[in-house]
């Protein structure tokens, strides 16, 4: 029998723009609102647009993200990945005009987004790159929690599982909810995490990974949660990317994984 809960909560979409508001990472509810494409300067290069964002390709190599949505909190994550080392763009500005878009400048790395080029590669050059992936992802995972945390979790593994189950259906059935609360652990690290490690968001050259982009859903969060993103995000256009998982990951989480997948079935949409 169904356990009627006092109201509806919010579904995990909106709790994650909450989430973003209190940390200053508000997402706009306008993005159908078209970027002005004839305001580009001269030599201005649109690589990427939609909705109210826009990615363009500016003279001296600078790539600049725009509009009402883009989250300047990837701007910090960028900064964190820089400074241990990884392969991102360089921050050159963050800032909001007084029209309220958001800009964030950086330099643009030149190379191909793998997921133009993954079904194409060979074994060894896909085991090469998803080493290169792996030795990444140590770093980052190495990288200590600051006070003021950038991403949707605030450091406390069981405010990230109390997160997830708000997100279900008022009418979900009492055991089910009861054994979703039991199986959420609470011992997992908290560590620092891309979110979106996708193809899309690797840029190769040379079989070598020179760039990670698209930065504004990272930050700390439970050790699993890029395994489970990992899974989660990418498309059967990237082909066996994710039979890739063994080498990319230095730990797998598929329990983890099975079960973000049978609660998210359970989940306000």
């Known amino acids: ?21 209190q940390m200053g990472r508000a997402r706009s509810p306008n993005r159908d609102e078209p970027v002005d494409g004839n305001a580009l300067e001269e030599g201005t290069v649109v690589l990427h ?13 600078i790539a600049k993200k725009s ?3 883009i989250c300047l909190q990837e701007a910090d994550a960028l900064r964190v990945a820089e400074s241990a080392g990884l392969p991102v763009p360089h921050v050159h500005s963050a800032e909001t005009t007084s029209d309220g878009k ?5 330099d643009y790395i ?18 090469a790159i998803s080493s290169q992936l792996r030795d990444i992802l140590v770093i980052m995972r190495s990288i200590p929690a600051p006070e003021a945390h950038i991403g949707g979790c605030a450091g406390e593994k069981k405010e990230f599982n109390d997160y997830l189950l708000a997100s279900l259906f008022p009418q979900i059935p ?21 979110a ?4 899309r968001n690797i840029i190769v ?43 990319i990951f230095p730990c797998g989480y598929p329990d983890e994984l099975v079960d973000y997948i049978a609660l998210s079935k359970w989940q306000s949409p």
């Open 205 to 247: 050259r040379d079989a070598k990974v020179v760039g990670i982009i698209d930065w504004e859903d990272a930050g700390w969060y439970p050790e699993y949660w890029e395994y489970v993103k990992f899974f989660q995000r990418s498309t059967t256009e990237d082909g066996d990317w994710r039979c890739h998982a063994d080498d």
């Open 1 to 21: 029998m169904a356990e009627p809960r006092d109201s509806s909560p919010p579904s995990l979409k909106e709790r994650l723009r909450q989430r973003r508001k």
């Open 196 to 199: 979106d490690l996708s193809p």
């Open 49 to 61: 647009e939609m909705f109210a964002r826009m990615v363009t390709l500016h003279p001296g190599n």
């Open 110 to 127: 030149k190379g191909q987004v793998l997921s133009d080029i993954w079904t194409g590669l060979s074994g060894e050059e896909k085991k």
């Open 102 to 106: 958001n800009y964030i400048s950086m």
């Open 67 to 69: 509009g009402k949505s």
């Open 174 to 194: 009492s055991p089910i909810y009861a054994a979703f609360s039991r199986r959420l652990r609470t011992n997992h690290r908290i560590v620092f995490t891309h």
